[in-house]
């Protein structure tokens, strides 16, 4: 019997703010934001191509050129500016939540959403990607543990909190907009 494609319906979005995806790099910010996105009928951005647009280079050179501490304060600005804007669908860097200036514009600008990947699947899709800068190391897996322990505490202040580990898309997307829909309706009350 041939396999089924799973379907996603669309669904009027029911937040009246951005949705605000959060997370370690690899967990899958930016496939999910774009499925999202469709289901919801909403623009998709992805904040690190907003910063190389910004920056006229890919975010390796960058961060490699201007430190990660440089690097952090252009992202907050593009992050306000974004969080500003039109309500859409937005996948931050894994590193942008860590900012207290932007974590606050997220609490009155947008709705944020944890997407707490078991940290195999992340490993499992960071592996061989040389476009992390953070992973360009001997033993980029100890540098995803080790930044997951750090990042961990702010990431657990978003407003949903998704875990997941081997789910398909699919499930994971129908848990999301179901997740959503609750928030939603635990904010009318």
Known sequence: ????????????????????????????????????????????????????????????????RYGEEDFRRVEERIMARLLNGKKCILASGGGAFLSEATRKTVKEKAVSVFLDAHIDAIIRNTAGRTHRPLLNVDNPQAVI????????????????????????????????????NDFAQRRKK
């Open 1 to 64: 019997m041939p396999e089924q494609k799973e379907t996603i319906l669309h669904f009027p979005y029911p937040l009246n703010r951005t949705l605000f995806l959060v997370g370690m790099m690899g967990c899958g910010k930016s496939s999910i934001g774009r499925r999202l996105a469709r289901i919801y009928s909403l623009p998709f951005i992805d904040a690190d191509q907003e910063i190389e647009k910004a920056g006229g280079a890919d975010i390796c050179y960058l961060f490699k």
């Open 145 to 180: 543990r080790e930044l997951l322990e750090k990042r961990r505490p702010f990431y657990e202040q978003a407003d949903i909190s998704i875990k997941y580990k081997e789910e398909t898309m699919g499930q994971l997307l129908r848990l999301l907009v179901r997740e959503i």
